[in-house]
Every structure is written in structure tokens, then in C-alpha cells.
T-cell receptor, first 111, second 116 residues
Framework: RKEVEQDPGPFNVPEGATVAFNCTYS??????FFWYRQDCRKEPKLLMS???SGNEDGRFTAQLNRASQYISLLIRDSKLSDSATYLC????????????FGAGTILRVKS | ETGVTQTPRHLVMGMTNKKSLKCEQH?????MYWYKQSAKKPLELMFV???????ENNSVPSRFSPECPNSSHLFLHLHTLQPEDSALYLC???????????????FGEGSWLTVV
């Protein structure tokens, strides 16, 4: 079983749509959680951290469910510029606080 | 503009060549990393350096040899690579001990490596 699993997509959505991605992680010792964004042929960049109480940053909302070991990212009012690969990232305490990356979910927003 | 710069951005090398990838960070961090990203696969951590000391070698073949002369610079020396080593190699840096509090790592733009 992969440590961090994501639906690879692609998710093809029209502008203005709401889209949600889920990510599951296998290690219950996972401590911190993040969503990264990676544009085509570019480096990953932090989109947002995911807090236990859930958190929102503009059109982006992240949720954490520790009991079910999944993380979600909701994007409202999708823009063309949101097209990218979204990486779910987990930090596992027993691995010395190293980051474990999912393979990513591709989002394509079309006009 | 990224605080982590990598050179070269693109590299094509033969299986018998020796080449090096260079990474420099301007963020004052003390941890540096090499990651490998192959098509449709998750990022794979290769090496970790904390305060210039290697603290992690994730079972990487010896044809990849890292070097960290100081906290700001990191090299990846390449020798007798295989075609399956073709990938995007990403350097990253962070401040040790801060990631759990929400700080994170910063990536360079990557070096696209093709082994022919």
C-alpha cells in the first residue's frame, strides 16, 4: 500500500466550478500535512498547510480527518490559473520529520 | 524568484559520462535535500544534509554521490548512470526542526536529466 495515495485524475472542470481532491495516508504516526502545487515542468510550491480544525485561504479549503486518515482540498470558483498538479504531502514523525509525497492529482480548468 | 537555484537546468549525458548538478540556497537554511521525480511517480527523497552532515541516504545507488561543502551549497555527482535515471532532480532546503510548526521546504526549479 502506498504511504500517500491520491487519485491521479485528470480532473477536467469548467471555470467557476468547485472541485475537491482527497488524499489518504497509511501511517497513523503522520504528524503534519500539506498541499503543494506543481505547475507543468516546474518545482512544487507550498499551497497550504492542513490543520486539524480545517483551514481556509481564499478559494481554497483544506480539511483533515485523522480518524479516517484522509486529507481533502476544496477549490471554489476555479480559475484557468488553477490548472496544475496538486500534491498531498505528509510528514511522518518516525521518519525524522521527513516529507512523504503523493504522486499528485492533475487539475485542468477549461474556459 | 526562487531562493534555491539549481544548475544546469537541463543536462543530457551518456552512460559513461561524469557530470555534476549544483544547488545553492539563499534562505539561510541548514538542511538541504536531493529529490528525484520520475514521470507519474511521487517525489523520492534521495539524500538529506543537516548542518553539512549527511543524515539520510535513502538507499540511493552509488552512481549518485552527494557533496555538501557548506550549508548553502549542495552537489550531486553523477557517474555511469543508466537511462532509467532520467528524471527531474530537485534540490530543496529547510530550517531543521521547524517543519512540524508549519514551516516547510523550498524547492529549486530542478535539473532535467536525460541519460542516453
Amino acid at each position: 500500500r502506498k504511504e500517500v495515495e491520491q487519485d491521479p485524475g485528470p480532473f477536467n472542470v469548467p471555470e467557476g466550478a468547485t472541485v475537491a481532491f482527497n488524499c489518504t495516508y497509511s501511517n497513523s504516526a503522520s504528524q503534519s500535512f500539506f498541499w503543494y502545487r506543481q505547475d507543468c515542468r516546474k518545482e512544487p510550491k507550498l499551497l497550504m498547510s492542513v490543520y486539524s480544525s480545517g483551514n481556509e485561504d481564499g478559494r481554497f479549503t483544506a480539511q483533515l480527518n485523522r480518524a479516517s486518515q484522509y486529507i481533502s482540498l476544496l477549490i471554489r470558483d476555479s480559475k484557468l490559473s488553477d490548472s496544475a498538479t496538486y500534491l498531498c504531502v505528509v510528514m511522518v514523525l518516525e521518519y525524522g520529520n521527513k516529507l512523504v509525497f503523493g504522486a499528485g492529482t492533475i487539475l485542468r480548468v477549461k474556459s | 524568484e526562487t531562493g534555491v537555484t539549481q544548475t544546469p537546468r537541463h543536462l543530457v549525458m551518456g552512460m559513461t559520462n561524469k557530470k555534476s548538478l549544483k544547488c545553492e540556497q539563499h534562505l539561510g537554511h541548514n538542511a538541504m535535500y536531493w529529490y528525484k521525480q520520475s514521470a507519474k511517480k511521487p517525489l523520492e527523497l534521495m539524500f538529506v544534509y543537516n548542518f553539512k552532515e549527511q543524515t539520510e541516504n535513502n538507499s540511493v545507488p552509488s552512481r549518485f554521490s552527494p557533496e555538501c561543502p557548506n550549508s548553502s551549497h549542495l552537489f550531486l555527482h553523477l557517474h555511469t548512470l543508466q537511462p532509467e535515471d532520467s528524471a527531474l532532480y530537485l534540490c530543496a532546503s529547510s530550517q531543521p526542526g521547524t517543519m512540524s510548526s508549519g514551516n516547510t521546504i523550498y524547492f529549486g526549479e530542478g535539473s532535467w536529466l536525460t541519460v542516453v
